[in-house]
């Protein structure tokens, strides 16, 4: 069974930072499209950035320049460096895997920025 199990959300100060992990399953291998979406209430969920295979990275204008998506393969781990945040980034954060047939997601991590 794949699982997919965020942490690293909470309460930050506007300009603080978070750094998100999401434990996943060791099926999920680098070949896998991975992605941090979010969800603030009374709002769509929405793609924050994405990884692929030979680690191509994708950012939503939102967080370009301030957040950044990492892996580590060997620990089955991906990441969600977030930088400068804002109060409008406040939202659930849901990690996010596909093989491009079958589709994974976490329950999420809160993130408040507020001060």
């Known amino acids: 069974q794949v699982q997919l199990v965020e942490s690293g959300g909470g309460l930050v100060q506007p300009g603080g930072s978070l750094r998100l992990s999401c434990a996943h399953s060791?099926?999920?291998?680098?070949?896998?499209?991975m992605a941090w979406y979010r969800q603030a209430p009374g709002e769509q969920r929405e793609l924050v950035a994405s990884?692929?295979?030979?680690?191509?990275?994708y950012y939503a204008d939102s967080g370009k320049g301030r957040f950044t998506i990492s892996r580590d393969n060997v620990k089955n781990i991906l990441y969600l460096q977030m930088n400068s945040l804002k109060p409008e980034d406040t939202a659930v954060y849901y990690c996010?895997?596909?093989?491009?047939?079958?589709?994974?997601w976490g329950k999420g991590t809160q993130v408040t920025v507020s001060s």
């Open positions: 996010y895997a596909t093989t491009g047939i079958s589709e994974y």
């Open positions: 990884i692929q295979s030979a680690e191509i990275t």
């Open positions: 060791p099926i999920i291998s680098s070949n896998y499209f």
